[in-house]
Nanobody, 124 residues
Framework: QVQLVESGGGLVQAGGSLRLSCVAS????????MGWFRQAPGKEREFVAS????????KYADSVKGRFTISRDNAETTVYLRLNILKPEDTAVYYC?????????????????WGQGTQVTVSS
């Protein structure tokens, strides 16, 4: 069982930055690839970024590539998402998720555990 708790969301102006954190419980964090997803009001949950167990391989949605960076610290059982050059269309609840896979995954159905989410609001 893995429990995930996100933090770091908030209100920011367009062009600004945020760093989201997701702390995982349990001693098996280093066995899970991790991902970030987001869901805007009235829209389906969508993939944002994923990172392999080792942290050496990452994948991003085209809409965030070059602006967002995913990273992880296995010793701290934490995964991060750095959000730069934020746009109003990035406004959403951001969810952290864990998958029993070594490599990154971009489909939400591949993920086994989910956090409660943290709200990111970008004003124009």
């Amino acid at each position: 069982q893995v429990q995930l708790v996100e933090s770091g969301g908030g209100l920011v102006q367009a062009g600004g930055s945020l760093r989201l954190s997701c702390v995982a419980s349990g001693r098996t964090f280093s066995s899970y690839a991790m991902g970030w997803f987001r869901q805007a009001p009235g829209k389906e949950r969508e993939f944002v970024a994923s990172i392999s167990v080792s942290g050496l391989s990452t994948k991003y949605a085209d809409s965030v590539k070059g602006r967002f960076t995913i990273s992880r610290d296995n010793a701290e059982t934490t995964v991060y998402l750095r959000l730069n050059i934020l746009k109003p269309e990035d406004t959403a609840v951001y969810y952290c998720a864990a998958t029993r896979s070594y490599y990154y995954r971009s489909s939400s159905s591949d993920y086994d555990y989910w956090g409660q989410g943290t709200q990111v609001t970008v004003s124009s």
